[in-house]
């Protein structure tokens, strides 16, 4: 696990910390698709992505999910940090958007290091500075895009994490993502391919533009 942490947390975390974190914390391998952390679970601590890619997302009463943002190698999530406030329950649902690597850190480590070490500090306060503007850029596409719009931007968002222009996915699953029917995803879909924005095959969307 320490040379993972070296090559992602390296640059802002010293080495002695990054020894401390490879002790303390809890080293999981996830492959892609698999529910990390859901609705109502306890929080075992402050995640620390060192590989691969995990949507977050919030679920409403009747099990339908909202897409709020992705984690890339090197984030945390804001949403595990409401544990500080008091919560001890998740809030978010995260799964795998690709096969995963990542360390969880202990709540009272977390709390202990943010006083010793500034570096560790700043890390968690812009992890959590960053997740809340992501989560405003969700609200503000809810509110102000139509879903041809928050569909382009889906799509554009998931190419960027996947690092690749081809994504290996169903309707069903991005209008799970997008709080909308399949029928609705699979009538917007084609329009984009129409416009020449996507080129669709079975399971797998093509993204010519973004």
């Not at 943002?69 to 649902?93: N, Q």
Request: glycine share 8%.
């Amino acid at each position: 696990m320490k040379p993972l942490l070296s090559a992602t947390y390296g640059h802002i975390l010293s080495g002695e910390l990054l020894d401390e974190i490879a002790v303390a914390g809890k080293y999981k391998a996830v492959p892609k698709g698999e529910v990390v952390l859901d609705i109502g679970a306890p929080i075992p601590g402050l995640p620390m992505l060192l590989e691969g890619a995990v949507k977050i997302l919030r679920v409403d009463q009747d099990g339908d999910e909202l897409l709020l943002y992705f984690l890339e190698a090197g984030d945390s999530c804001a949403m595990t940090l409401g544990s500080f406030l008091g919560s001890t329950k998740s809030a978010i649902r995260a799964v795998t958007e690709q096969d995963s690597k990542m360390v969880i850190v202990p709540l009272e480590k977390v709390h202990q290091w943010m006083g010793e070490h500034t570096a560790f500090r700043q890390l968690v306060i812009e992890s959590f500075n960053t997740r809340l503007q992501e989560m405003a850029e969700a609200l503000d596409s809810l509110a102000f895009l139509d879903l041809h719009g928050r569909m382009k931007k889906y799509l554009s968002d998931r190419v960027k994490v996947n690092g690749s222009t081809s994504l290996e996915t169903t309707h069903a699953e991005i209008a799970a993502d997008l709080y909308t029917s399949r029928v609705v995803v699979s009538r917007i879909l084609k329009q984009l391919e129409r416009e020449g924005v996507v080129e669709l095959c079975r399971n797998r969307i093509e993204l010519l533009q973004f």
